[in-house]
């Protein structure tokens, strides 16, 4: 007659046992201490402090004279601030829409149409185009213009002429004060 194989004293039988607890447990500390060992090089991925701070820009804009332009570096991207003349402005409105690539009305480009504010890289191949001293070359049009590939822009930042698929772009910014801006994505001030 055979005999039935009773489970060892060792504790490996059919239900749950203390062996199946250890290596559970085992398995579960383990894996925390991978996380814990992995998770600074994850975390260093984040952006640093200083790309942080750069989120938003404010800027003195009071010391700018009608016609001149400034740039100033906002996300690692030069941000042209022009203080426009009345011709620059009354130039821009006079535009046709209908003979623009990008058509955009100069009133929707400028929140207060003495100040035009733009990112200042070509949409073309992200070059830096001329026009922000006033020995640049402005282009055909008045405004800027990117020798690297022969784009126009008017004193709108709208593309005129040259492989620029698209105007300049506008960043998001709001006045808090008549004279100081703040560029970059925020909550408007309560």
Known sequence: MAETMKPAPDGHGDSGTRRDFLDLATVAIGGMGVI????????????SADTLALKTIEVDIAAIE?????????????VFIRRRTAEEIATAGSVAIDDLR?????????????????????THLGCIPLGQKPTDEKGAFG???C????SHYDTS???????????????P???????????GESKAPA
Not at 147 to 150: N, V
Request: hydrophobic content about 40%; glycine content about 8%; some cysteine.
């Open 102 to 122: 990008d058509p955009q009305a100069d009133i929707d480009r400028a929140q207060k149409s003495e100040w035009l504010i733009l990112v200042g890289v070509c």
């Open 66 to 78: 009608v016609g001149q332009s400034v740039t100033v570096v906002w996300q690692g991207k030069p």
């Open 157 to 171: 930042g709208r593309i005129r002429r040259g492989p620029a698929p698209e105007n300049l772009r506008v960043p």
């Open 143 to 145: 405004g800027w213009y």
């Open 173 to 183: 910014y709001i006045y808090l004060t008549d004279t100081l801006v703040l560029i």
């Open 147 to 150: 020798p690297c590939h022969g």
């Open 36 to 47: 814990s060992l992995a998770w600074p090089f994850i975390d260093q991925m984040n952006p």
